[in-house]
């Protein structure tokens, strides 16, 4: 169990570099960003210290932010100039962004705690919140090194501040530092499981393209023999300018297998969409010119109006002169293999539990919802989680719990629309995001329907009844992150006050 715990903090050996690639790749566009903000802050401090301020470096105090303010300023200049450097060479940039990621920290802890020796009193402490969750939120590193960060700067500013700022704000700073490593290993197991699932889904496609490439081999051994068993083979002599397709074209599509000034022929749109047809008489253009094979994939409409994919190969034959006189190919139906694909997308974005919207599935959702969403329109999370669930747990077994939650996710489906994006986040978590237009009460109105519903399942002949309570934020120009911090601080009032009810976020809660 300890040997397992410990490898859940680094990559797998087997991904441990596309790990890094993409962390670091991300890492570096986002830290590009907040060191340019960085620096400009730093010359604003820089210039309220030498014009606005009257003591100027006469007071060993403001020489003191002074040194604050140049450290940031050239470390800042000094990380910028080392990641140009070694843009090319991964292990560099590793270290770099973690040597940066530190820094961050301590120059934030550092200037923080010297504030409230200062004060001598309980003053804001945003400056070491926003390093602890600003990295969290903009820099992803492996688990253990950034707990082993999170932990020394966290644990030594809630020791030594302790005196000043008492229990009430010390022990929210220890929930803050909780919620931060959670954050920073939930970052990191998401993107594990997504490259994970990525490289399924490549080396599925690779299996297709492989398959693909090797019938066309097989084609190309036998001059491609016209009796294929499925194929639609199409033969089209360039100078009749005439097509000739096999019977299975006329079945499956209800079109001619001959047709004439085929060169001028475009089919009926419910064939093939008008985009479909230009890439294609694109590619054929391509091909006629460089004398390649063309390799193409087209979503067809058969005869009973059903959409599928094909894979479509073609090649101009050419006499002895260099003159094109045909050209063969044929249609592959590759659905199958699409719908696999498919699935298997599909499958990266769900819980496989309640076949609900995972956490990244929900997401993506909340992306493009911001993306679609028009001025008379509204966003909200609904965070939800069951009363004592643990007990249920405990005295009736893990399967019992699992169909718990399978049942809550059926209440969830039947009271939202099918447009919602609806999301188990993990445990007895659940969590919706839905659009509002017109009268705002829709909301109130959805969430006290859910709580009116006392749903109950029977299990092994006990009738057990579950309740729950639930957090609301309304988007105010949130990421998905601080949304869903807000929906979890009005659940989070919800379970300290009246378990089974509702709070909707305020900024005083």
């Given amino acids: 169990m300890k040997n397992q715990f410990i490898r859940r903090l680094f990559p797998p050996k087997e991904i441990a570099t596309d790990y890094w690639l993409q962390t670091v790749h991300s890492n570096a566009r986002i830290t590009s960003i907040v060191v340019s903000f960085c620096v400009a802050v730093q010359f604003f401090n820089l210039y309220n210290l030498f014009v606005l301020s009257e003591s100027k470096l006469g007071t060993l105090n403001n020489r003191i932010y002074f040194g604050f303010y140049c450290s940031m300023l050239f470390l800042c200049i000094l990380y910028s100039i080392s990641s140009y450097m070694y843009a090319d060479n991964l292990n560099r940039l590793v270290k770099i962004q973690c040597a940066g990621f530190s820094f961050w920290l301590i120059w934030c802890t550092a200037l923080n705690y010297y504030d409230l020796i200062q004060a001598g009193h309980s003053v804001s402490i945003v400056v070491f919140v926003t390093g602890l969750f600003g990295t969290a939120i903009c820099i992803q590193m492996v688990p253990w090194y950034a707990w082993i960060n999170y932990l020394f700067v966290g644990g030594f500013f809630i020791a030594r501040a302790f005196p000043v700022l008492g229990l009430g704000e010390s022990w929210n700073l220890f929930i803050g530092l909780i919620m931060v490593l959670i954050i920073s290993y939930a970052r990191f197991s998401y993107t594990i499981k997504n490259i994970q699932n990525r490289n399924r889904i490549e080396a599925i496609h690779k299996e297709l393209l492989d398959k693909t490439e090797a019938l066309d081999a097989n084609l190309q051994k036998y001059n491609y023999i016209l009796k294929q068993t499925n194929n639609i083979i199409l033969d089209w002599d360039l100078e009749r300018d005439t097509a000739i397709f096999t019977d299975n074209w006329k079945s499956l599509f209800g079109l001619p297998t001959e047709i004439s000034d085929f060169s001028l022929w475009v089919p009926p749109s419910r064939f093939l969409s008008a985009q479909n047809w230009a890439d294609l008489t694109a590619k054929l253009k391509s091909a006629s010119k460089t004398g390649r094979e063309l390799e193409a994939e087209a979503l067809l409409t058969d005869i009973h109006g059903e959409n599928r994919w094909y894979s479509f190969r073609f090649k101009f034959q050419t006499d002895s002169h260099g003159i094109r006189k045909y050209g063969l190919g044929y249609l592959e139906d590759i659905s199958k293999h699409k719908q696999e694909i498919f699935r298997l997308k599909s499958t ?154 509702y709070r909707i976020y305020s900024p005083g809660l």
């Fill in 348 to 501: 990266a974005k769900s819980d496989p539990l309640t076949g609900l919207l995972n956490r990244q599935g929900l997401y993506e959702y909340f992306q493009e919802q911001l993306i679609q969403k028009s001025r008379d329109t509204e966003l909200a999370m609904i965070l939800l989680d069951i009363d004592g669930f643990k007990e249920i747990n405990d005295r009736y077994g893990h399967p019992c719990g699992d169909q718990a939650l399978v049942h809550l996710s059926q209440i969830l489906r039947k009271n939202f629309r099918n447009w919602d994006g609806i999301c188990r986040i993990g445990g007895d978590e659940f969590m919706v995001v839905l659009s509002l237009s017109g009268d705002p009460s829709i909301l109130n109105t959805k969430v006290e329907s859910l709580l009116t519903r006392t749903p109950k399942f029977t299990w092994e002949g006990h009738t057990i009844s579950l309740s729950y309570s639930i957090g609301v934020a309304i988007w105010n120009n949130d990421t998905f992150e601080t949304l869903y911090k807000k929906a979890d601080l009005a659940l989070y009032a919800v379970k300290h006050h009246e378990k089974g009810s």
